[in-house]
Nanobody
Framework: QVQLVESGGGLVQAGGSLRLSCAASGRTFSSYAMGWFRQAPGKERESVAAISWSGGTYYADSVKGRFIISRDNTKNTVYLQMNSLKVEDTAVYYC???????????????????WGQGTQVTVSS
């Protein structure tokens, strides 16, 4: 069992930056792939980024070049550095853990077994 707790959300102006953190419990964090997803009101949950256990990274086209996912296995934490934020990035951001990662389905929420409670990110114009 893995428990995930996100933090770092908030209100920021367009063009600004935020860094989200996701702290994981458990001793097997380093063997999990980790993903970030987001869900805006009235919209489906969408993939943002993922990082494999070996450090390979994957990004949605909408955030490529602006967001950076990273992990620190010594702290059982995954990060999402969000730069050049846009109003359309406003959403609840969730982190998720996948113990059996396949890169071909990194963006599929059903591939992830564990989810955090989410953190709100609001970008104002």
């Amino acid at each position: 069992q893995v428990q995930l707790v996100e933090s770092g959300g908030g209100l920021v102006q367009a063009g600004g930056s935020l860094r989200l953190s996701c702290a994981a419990s458990g001793r097997t964090f380093s063997s999990y792939a980790m993903g970030w997803f987001r869900q805006a009101p009235g919209k489906e949950r969408e993939s943002v980024a993922a990082i494999s256990w070996s450090g390979g990274t994957y990004y949605a086209d909408s955030v490529k070049g602006r967001f950076i996912i990273s992990r620190d296995n010594t702290k059982n934490t995954v990060y999402l550095q969000m730069n050049s934020l846009k109003v359309e990035d406003t959403a609840v951001y969730y982190c998720a853990a996948d113990p059996s990662f396949r890169s071909s389905v990194w963006g599929n929420p059903s591939s992830y077994d564990y989810w955090g409670q989410g953190t709100q990110v609001t970008v104002s114009s």
